[in-house]
């Protein structure tokens, strides 16, 4: 490193107190320095930069604790090309240094600093591949940032071919491979691996990585002895060679996989002496550097106690793991690295084999790093990964406080145990929607002209245009340019300079409490096993129960037989309806219908499907005496405990034709509109008119919003609205809006695929996700009259109560007031569902003089909707999204 070559610049003392005279005392916040109206560098700017840079690459120990306020002591930002380059290596030694000692949070800002910097500066120094993307890209791999980390190790490939760096290459897959490891792509790691091989050179020793790489491959997929071969291949690669630097951290690596590969085949005194060798080397030869694979090694060796059962040594194992990543005592349990949660495990497995009350305390303690960790994460795929992750520790942790629940007799004991289930839960669910909605209210800070604002109005544009292509090269070309768009967004939007906390146990119990005195809340989490656990909140006393998975085996084909395309099953037998339906509830809800008539319900799993106020008790649904309405996490619920009203127009979108398309006419939808129309402040878009483009305004403006139109739940892109052109979860993607609701009057807006710990991929949690408190859905293909009816229903009683979780339970108990008993059929009534924050919403009337207008048009479609609910029930069914087309 050239701009790094040490001088001797005279007594440090002196050179201190010129710095601190040059301080700039008011910059607050990590950035880089502002320009100083020089044409050229200053001889002391440039003294600073080298002295900082001595500092910054051989005393790290000065600085690493507080790197913002080590590189505020640069006066200026530097304006030759000579400076500039100076800067970008301190910039990067800052980073580098705080990788080593194990601040990976802190080193990523720093190197994305530094490449933000030398693309901006248009610098050819430092070189980007070996000393930006290389060591970002690993970084992300780390904190679990995996989409990430693919781009930008795709980018360093593609340049250093570009380049004809060839040599650069065995490495540079090497990366790309451990990070599909981290995904989970085993044929794409080995082929990453194989490419590297291709470009090693005779006695290169990055061939002894990419076997290590290759032998982890095979062991997570059982291959045992193909994975013992290639790490014995690794291993003798190193054999002769002087172990320093970067091999001998690639030896110790190699040693560690070979322990892991041991104690797979239960051989432990083999695992524990390849451990304890590769322990010796990183403490011997690196006694300050390298503290998060020191912190594996030792995490690695804790297991290998544990499984020997030696509980005294796995426990000091374990806490030495997290010394390492926190030597501070202050914060011993919060540290954003999945090593990290893992030792906290591996100290709740070993406490509860010992039976201490310490073990409960771990177990919640890594679920609460775990999520912390989490926050680090942009990219939607990795969320679903580590969601996916997560739920194993979960099952085990609710498992043990189970256990404890059901033996206590204490009262405050039990209470304690419920509240700490329901903590767990919910921290465990959402957690990708809980970061794009925080996504979202950072965009809503940005102006018209800033660069994020183009940057996503330019990402909706491709994406549009993406849709359109017909020329499969220019839709590969689009996506393309998407990836890397959305990549220099995520960059743009200084995700590490925002400030990540631990999550907040204390305020979480008393949100949960101020809302029980009004609310029953009751959270579920399913088990791999398919049992369920539920905890019940009601005026600040909590219960919990365990439902066996044999209790819950015949859901699935109760939903699919009464919830499916048509309500044949329920009219042939109601009375076996009522009977089963009892029967979940009494499962589900033992308390159903009791304390409060108001429930909110955090779903997990299948039950994100079932619309509970068609469940059963005491011989009526569950909807005519509560108001039921579900969250994704009552996390979300914390945020706004009483929300201020709302007062706002209503945009109405609706599209009953649908000719050439291959769907239903919707013959009812413009009753919906006429009505709507006719009461309230709206702007009403009829078919041609009901474009996407006004649909993205509306949310633009922050209007309630009303949509009756076609929905797709299985496309093959995803859930999307029909419009002039599909509204797809992608083109939803980069929106910010502050509509307080959404009603999607369609087929299926809440149905998706179903993520572990994220609920249902659906155009109901994209809305949430972008800013709207709650929105209005339906679960299964719904009856277009019915729903029109609904509609009005839930308009007349939002009009009445403000709230809308209320006027949705208003309007279905109206219904089935007046309905024929064959037409109370749940198929017709229960498929719409509120999901969110239920904030009080009053829309603003129609003027006097517009009402007149419409009176008319009213009165049709209102004696039209009479006269269909009184009519006979046996007509043509009309729906909304037919399969049959």
Same mark, same amino acid.
């Given at each position: 490193?050239?701009?790094?070559?040490?001088?001797?610049?005279?007594?440090?003392?002196?050179?201190?107190?010129?710095?601190?005279?040059?301080?700039?005392?008011?910059?607050?916040?990590?950035?880089?320095?502002?320009?100083?109206?020089?044409?050229?560098?200053?001889?002391?700017?440039?003294?600073?930069?080298?002295?900082?840079?001595?500092?910054?690459?051989?005393?790290?120990?000065?600085?690493?604790?507080?790197?913002?306020?080590?590189?505020?002591?640069?006066?200026?930002?530097?304006?030759?090309?000579?400076? $500039?380059?100076?800067?970008?290596?301190?910039?990067?030694?800052?980073?580098?240094?705080?990788?080593?000692?194990?601040?990976?949070?802190?080193?990523?800002?720093?190197?994305?600093?530094?490449?933000?910097?030398?693309?901006?500066?248009?610098?050819?120094?430092?070189?980007?591949?070996?000393?930006?993307?290389?060591?970002?890209?690993?970084?992300?791999?780390?904190?679990?940032?995996?989409?990430?980390?693919?781009?930008?190790?795709?980018?360093?490939?593609?340049?250093?071919?570009?380049?004809?760096?060839?040599?650069?290459?065995?490495?540079?897959?090497?990366?790309?491979?451990?990070?599909?490891?981290?995904?989970?792509?085993?044929?794409?790691?080995?082929?990453?691996?194989?490419?590297?091989?291709?470009?090693?050179?005779?006695?290169?020793?990055?061939?002894?990585?990419?076997?290590?790489?290759?032998?982890?491959?095979?062991?997570?997929?059982?291959?045992?002895?193909?994975?013992?071969?290639?790490?014995?291949?690794?291993?003798?690669?190193?054999?002769?060679?002087?172990?320093?630097?970067?091999?001998?951290?690639?030896?110790?690596?190699?040693?560690?996989?070979?322990?892991?590969?041991?104690?797979?085949?239960?051989?432990?005194?083999?695992?524990?002496?390849?451990?304890?060798?590769?322990?010796?080397?990183?403490?011997?030869?690196?006694?300050?550097? $390298?503290?998060?694979?020191?912190?594996?090694?030792?995490?690695?060796?804790?297991?290998?106690?544990?499984?020997?059962?030696?509980?005294?040594?796995?426990?000091?194992?374990?806490? $030495?793991?997290?010394?390492?990543?926190?030597?501070?005592?202050?914060?011993?349990?919060?540290?954003?690295?999945?090593?990290?949660?893992?030792?906290?495990?591996?100290?709740?497995?070993?406490?509860?084999?010992?039976?201490?009350?310490?073990?409960?305390?771990?177990?919640?303690?890594?679920?609460?790093?775990?999520?912390?960790?989490?926050?680090?994460?942009?990219?939607?795929?990795?969320?679903?990964?580590?969601?996916?992750?997560?739920?194993?520790?979960?099952?085990?942790?609710?498992?043990?406080?189970?256990?404890?629940?059901?033996?206590?007799?204490?009262?405050?004991?039990?209470?304690?145990?419920?509240?700490?289930?329901?903590?767990?839960?919910?921290?465990?669910?959402?957690?990708?929607?809980?970061?794009?909605?925080?996504?979202?209210?950072?965009?809503?800070?940005?102006?018209?002209?800033?660069?994020?604002?183009?940057?996503?109005?330019?990402?909706?544009?491709?994406?549009?245009?993406?849709?359109?292509?017909?020329?499969?090269?220019?839709?590969?070309?689009?996506?393309?340019?998407?990836?890397?768009?959305?990549?220099?967004?995520?960059?743009?939007?200084?995700?590490?300079?925002?400030?990540?906390?631990?999550?907040?146990?204390?305020?979480?119990?008393?949100?949960?409490?101020?809302?029980?005195?009004?609310?029953?809340?009751?959270?579920?989490?399913?088990?791999?096993?398919?049992?369920?656990?539920?905890?019940?909140?009601?005026?600040?006393?909590?219960?919990?129960?365990?439902?066996?998975?044999?209790?819950?085996?015949?859901?699935?084909?109760?939903?699919?037989?009464?919830?499916?395309?048509?309500?044949?099953?329920?009219?042939?037998?109601?009375?076996?309806?009522?009977?089963?339906?009892?029967?979940?509830?009494?499962?589900?809800?033992?308390?159903?219908?009791?304390?409060?008539?108001?429930?909110?319900? @955090?779903?997990?799993?299948?039950?994100?499907?079932?619309?509970?106020?068609?469940?059963?008790?005491?011989?009526?649904?569950?909807?005519?005496?509560?108001?039921?309405?579900?969250?994704?996490?009552?996390?979300?619920?914390?945020?706004?405990?009483?929300?201020?009203?709302?007062?706002?127009?209503?945009?109405?979108?609706?599209?009953?034709?649908?000719?050439?398309?291959?769907?239903?006419?919707?013959?009812?939808?413009?009753?919906?509109?006429?009505?709507?129309?006719?009461?309230?402040?709206?702007?009403?878009?009829?078919?041609?008119?009901?474009?996407?483009?006004?649909?993205?305004?509306?949310?633009?403006?922050?209007?309630?919003?009303?949509?009756?139109?076609?929905?797709?739940?299985?496309?093959?892109?995803?859930?999307?609205?029909?419009?002039?052109?599909?509204?797809?979860?992608?083109?939803?993607?980069?929106?910010?809006?502050?509509?307080?609701?959404?009603?999607?009057?369609?087929?299926?807006?809440?149905?998706?695929?179903?993520?572990?710990?994220?609920?249902?991929?659906?155009?109901?949690?994209?809305?949430? @996700?972008?800013?709207?408190?709650?929105?209005?859905?339906?679960?299964?293909?719904?009856?277009?009259?019915?729903?029109?009816?609904?509609?009005?229903?839930?308009?007349?009683?939002?009009?009445?109560?403000?709230?809308?979780?209320?006027?949705?339970?208003?309007?279905?108990?109206?219904?089935?007031?007046?309905?024929?008993?064959?037409?109370?059929?749940?198929?017709?009534?229960?498929?719409?569902?509120?999901?969110?924050?239920?904030?009080?919403?009053?829309?603003?009337?129609?003027?006097?003089?517009?009402?007149?207008?419409?009176?008319?048009?009213?009165?049709?479609?209102?004696?039209?909707?009479?006269?269909?609910?009184?009519?006979?029930?046996?007509?043509?069914?009309?729906?909304?999204?037919?399969?049959?087309?």
């Amino acid at each position: 490193m050239a701009a790094l070559v040490k001088t001797a610049l005279g007594c440090f003392a002196l050179w201190v107190g010129l710095l601190m005279g040059c301080r700039d005392t008011k910059r607050d916040t990590l950035q880089a320095p502002h320009a100083a109206d020089v044409a050229v560098d200053t001889l002391v700017l440039l003294r600073q930069l080298e002295q900082l840079g001595n500092i910054a690459y051989d005393h790290p120990e000065r600085f690493v604790h507080n790197p913002d306020s080590f590189i505020k002591l640069l006066a200026a930002e530097p304006t030759t090309a000579e400076g $500039k380059e100076m800067y970008a290596w301190l910039l990067l030694n800052i980073g580098y240094a705080l990788r080593e000692n194990g601040n990976i949070l802190a080193s990523v800002r720093y190197y994305e600093l530094a490449m933000d910097y030398c693309i901006t500066s248009r610098l050819d120094d430092p070189d980007f591949v070996l000393y930006i993307a290389k060591p970002l890209g690993n970084l992300y791999t780390q904190i679990g940032d995996l989409q990430k980390a693919l781009h930008i190790h795709q980018r360093a490939i593609d340049l250093s071919k570009a380049r004809q760096n060839l040599q650069y290459l065995p490495a540079l897959y090497g990366n790309m491979a451990i990070t599909y490891q981290q995904i989970g792509w085993p044929d794409s790691l080995r082929a990453a691996c194989t490419h590297g091989l291709l470009y090693v050179r005779e006695n290169d020793i990055h061939a002894a990585l990419l076997y290590n790489t290759l032998a982890r491959s095979h062991q997570e997929v059982d291959q045992l002895d193909s994975a013992a071969y290639y790490n014995e291949l690794a291993l003798s690669l190193f054999s002769g060679r002087p172990l320093q630097g970067d091999t001998l951290i690639w030896y110790t690596a190699a040693l560690h996989q070979q322990s892991f590969l041991a104690g797979e085949r239960r051989q432990l005194p083999k695992a524990l002496q390849a451990i304890n060798q590769a322990l010796a080397l990183a403490e011997t030869h690196l006694p300050n550097g $390298k503290q998060r694979e020191k912190a594996k090694y030792y995490y690695t060796r804790g297991n290998l106690h544990f499984l020997c059962q030696r509980p005294f040594d796995a426990i000091q194992d374990f806490q $030495k793991t997290l010394f390492l990543f926190s030597p501070d005592p202050r914060s011993p349990h919060s540290f954003p690295d999945y090593t990290f949660t893992e030792a906290l495990w591996g100290l709740a497995r070993t406490h509860a084999l010992q039976q201490s009350d310490s073990a409960a305390h771990y177990y919640v303690k890594a679920i609460e790093n775990a999520y912390y960790s989490q926050q680090l994460i942009a990219s939607s795929a990795s969320h679903y990964q580590n969601s996916a992750w997560n739920r194993k520790l979960l099952h085990e942790a609710m498992a043990h406080l189970w256990q404890r629940y059901e033996r206590t007799s204490d009262y405050t004991t039990s209470q304690s145990l419920a509240m700490l289930m329901l903590w767990i839960t919910e921290l465990s669910k959402g957690r990708q929607l809980h970061q794009e909605i925080n996504r979202s209210n950072q965009w809503a800070q940005d102006s018209v002209s800033s660069v994020r604002q183009r940057q996503r109005q330019r990402l909706q544009y491709l994406l549009q245009a993406q849709t359109m292509a017909g020329n499969p090269q220019e839709k590969l070309r689009l996506q393309q340019e998407v990836e890397q768009l959305a990549f220099e967004l995520q960059l743009a939007e200084n995700h590490f300079d925002q400030s990540f906390a631990p999550p907040d146990f204390d305020a979480f119990t008393t949100s949960i409490t101020a809302r029980s005195d009004s609310a029953t809340l009751v959270s579920y989490f399913i088990d791999s096993g398919g049992g369920a656990y539920y905890t019940a909140t009601v005026r600040g006393q909590s219960v919990a129960n365990h439902i066996p998975a044999a209790s819950l085996s015949d859901l699935p084909h109760f939903m699919e037989t009464y919830f499916g395309y048509s309500p044949t099953a329920y009219d042939n037998d109601p009375l076996k309806y009522q009977t089963t339906a009892s029967a979940i509830a009494n499962l589900l809800l033992p308390t159903a219908g009791g304390a409060t008539c108001r429930m909110i319900v @955090s779903p997990d799993g299948p039950l994100f499907t079932l619309p509970f106020d068609a469940l059963v008790k005491d011989g009526h649904f569950l909807g005519e005496r509560n108001t039921i309405n579900y969250t994704y996490t009552f996390l979300l619920n914390m945020q706004e405990h009483s929300p201020s009203p709302r007062h706002t127009s209503i945009a109405v979108l609706a599209k009953q034709d649908y000719q050439g398309t291959g769907l239903r006419d919707l013959h009812f939808v413009s009753h919906e509109a006429a009505y709507l129309a006719t009461h309230f402040n709206a702007d009403t878009y009829l078919d041609d008119a009901a474009t996407d483009s006004v649909f993205f305004e509306a949310l633009a403006n922050g209007q309630f919003i009303h949509v009756a139109a076609h929905a797709i739940a299985d496309g093959v892109g995803g859930p999307y609205l029909v419009l002039d052109h599909p509204v797809t979860l992608d083109k939803l993607q980069y929106i910010h809006t502050s509509s307080p609701l959404i009603f999607l009057s369609a087929c299926q807006t809440a149905s998706g695929q179903l993520l572990p710990g994220e609920g249902v991929e659906s155009l109901n949690k994209t809305f949430l @996700s972008k800013g709207i408190h709650s929105v209005i859905a339906s679960y299964w293909t719904v009856d277009d009259q019915t729903t029109a009816a609904l509609a009005q229903l839930f308009y007349d009683a939002l009009a009445e109560t403000g709230q809308p979780a209320q006027a949705l339970a208003i309007a279905k108990r109206r219904y089935l007031a007046t309905s024929p008993p064959l037409l109370q059929n749940p198929w017709y009534w229960a498929s719409l569902q509120l999901t969110g924050i239920d904030s009080p919403i009053y829309l603003e009337p129609r003027r006097a003089w517009a009402i007149w207008s419409y009176w008319t048009l009213g009165i049709v479609a209102f004696g039209a909707l009479l006269w269909w609910l009184v009519r006979a029930p046996k007509r043509r069914l009309q729906c909304k999204n037919d399969k049959t087309y």
